[in-house]
């Protein structure tokens, strides 16, 4: 490591906070925020500052029968090493007798890959701006040396005020620092998220800084486009389509983020934008893509709000853009107490199955001719169908042609019309609320996510003026 690196590093590690010795009576413990294969993230209440942590808690026990003690001293020697506004911070660690407790900064806004679920896919400005950030906090981990190496959107928190903050680093690696020329290291296993892994650690089990470039290049795609570049039915699939560069740019791609993407995913990670060889991250962060962001100043700039960002398929429609309530997908703490959220519980709905003599033999013989009748009755189990009809699920800049069919239940399932395959059903909770944008586009709003729906024959209102009726039947207050 050069003498520069070094005076950086020793820097950063003077200004963490000293770790000071608490025990857990020191903390009151609220909601889980997650949970890994030994360990859960809560989030606390310190009793005697009232300041909130994400205690991540480390069951022994699991970690040694799992062979895990190197992912988790690797995880603290890295934190210990960081002090950065869009890294997660560790601000103490302790232990008893089962468990280790990681004291972290709470990143109330949660992971970026909700946000993502819940519009579908970012604008140019709030995929600039939050790609940009990422930029800023890899060049700050490689300057120390440091591969995180499981880039991916569930590892991107954001903090309250909506930036980001990087997290989990079990996986990541140290570079040699007695070999300044050092720029990969050998994997002993595979380690990362299949569709954002780099195509080196795949062929060669060889990771370089470059090789969260590719990752990067990845969730630059996704945040425009709704999904990630490789997708299969598969991991064998998916590293063969990574292995080939097996990828397609969606219609209505934009074409700056285009080239940016292009010169991120490439095969040869020596070549790929921002790596050493290729003139560093001043390289990457003068791309077209990037003209007027303040880099030095980002974590003192007000995020763009996030929109309901719906790109058209038609030249002669601009693309629908409105901001939303992001407060609706952010970690509610009001109450500590309370160790799971019950805003999106449909115990409320009434039981709609109350009919007269003559109805119940109506809707008996209905149900029988549409047990005969139709091809869609295999897939609605035993619901009597309300209305049906082929709608365009959109998702980012995807579409995917559906058969809907709304239910007794009540339910809207979707099926793949041309498999005859169940792909899903749309959650119905009091929540739900559909909405008309014209006569073809409609939403349906739910606590977790945004359905776009586009109708072909132009029956938006239709549909929404049906699903309001069946969701006032099953969820009005009325007695």
């Known amino acids: 490591m050069s003498s520069n690196n070094e005076a950086k590093q020793k820097s950063s590690e003077s200004t963490v906070t000293p770790f000071l010795k608490k025990k857990r009576e020191d903390f009151h413990f609220g909601k889980i925020l997650g949970e890994g294969s030994y360990s859960e993230v809560v989030l606390v209440r310190e009793h005697a500052t009232q300041k909130e942590y994400a205690m991540k808690i ?99 928190l954001l903090s309250e005020d909506m930036h980001i903050k990087l997290a989990d680093f079990g996986t990541a690696k140290i570079l040699n620092k007695n070999d300044p020329t050092s720029k990969g290291e050998k994997a002993n296993s595979f380690v990362g998220t299949a569709q954002y892994v780099s195509p080196e650690l795949l062929s060669e089990k060889v990771c370089y800084k470059s090789s969260d470039l590719w990752a990067l290049g990845c969730i630059i795609y996704q945040l425009l486009a709704g999904r990630p570049p490789f997708r299969a039915a598969n991991e064998y699939l998916i590293f063969q389509k990574i292995i080939k560069l097996e990828y397609t740019f969606p219609e209505g791609f934009l074409i700056e983020p285009k080239d940016l993407v292009s010169n991120l995913l490439v095969l040869d990670p020596k070549k790929r934008v921002g790596c050493d060889d290729m003139g560093g991250y001043e390289t990457l962060k003068s791309h077209a893509f990037y003209k007027g962001v303040d880099f030095e100043n980002l974590h003192k700039t007000d995020p763009p709000k996030l929109k309901l960002y719906l790109p058209s398929n038609d030249p002669a429609q601009p693309a629908f853009s409105e901001e939303v309530d992001i407060s609706t997908l952010m970690d509610k703490d009001d109450d500590l107490d309370e160790w799971e959220l019950e805003r999106f519980n449909i115990t409320e709905h009434k039981n709609y199955t109350t009919k007269t003599e003559t109805e119940a033999e109506k809707h008996k013989a209905d149900l029988e001719k549409q047990k005969r009748e139709s091809i869609w ?77 586009e109708d072909p024959a132009s029956r938006a209102t239709e549909w929404v003026k049906m699903i309001e009726e069946v969701h006032k039947r099953y969820f009005s207050t009325k007695k």
Request: aromatic share 14%; net charge positive; charged share 25%.
């Open 377 to 453: 009755h295999p897939f609605v189990d035993g619901h009597l169908i309300l209305k049906m009809g082929i709608i365009d699920k959109r998702k980012g800049l995807f579409a995917k042609r559906r058969q809907f069919l709304l239910t007794e239940g009540p339910e809207l399932y979707y099926v793949d019309p041309h498999a005859m395959v169940l792909k899903g059903k749309i959650p119905w909770t009091k929540e739900l609320r559909p909405e008309v944008k014209n006569f073809k586009i409609f939403f349906v709003h739910t606590p977790h996510r945004t359905y776009y729906l």
């Open 58 to 156: 480390l069951i022994k026990q699991h970690i040694i029968r799992e062979k895990k003690v190197p992912y988790v001293s690797r995880e603290k020697e890295v934190m210990k090493m960081t002090n950065h506004p869009f890294i997660v911070r560790l601000y103490f660690t302790f232990q008893d007798k089962e468990n280790l407790y990681y004291g972290l900064s709470y990143a109330k806004g949660g992971e970026l890959l909700q946000y993502i679920i819940k519009l579908g896919s970012f604008d140019e400005e709030c995929t600039r701006f939050y790609s940009a950030e990422l930029i800023v906090a890899l060049e700050y981990l490689h300057g120390l040396g440091i591969i995180h190496r499981d880039l991916k959107p569930e590892n991107i």
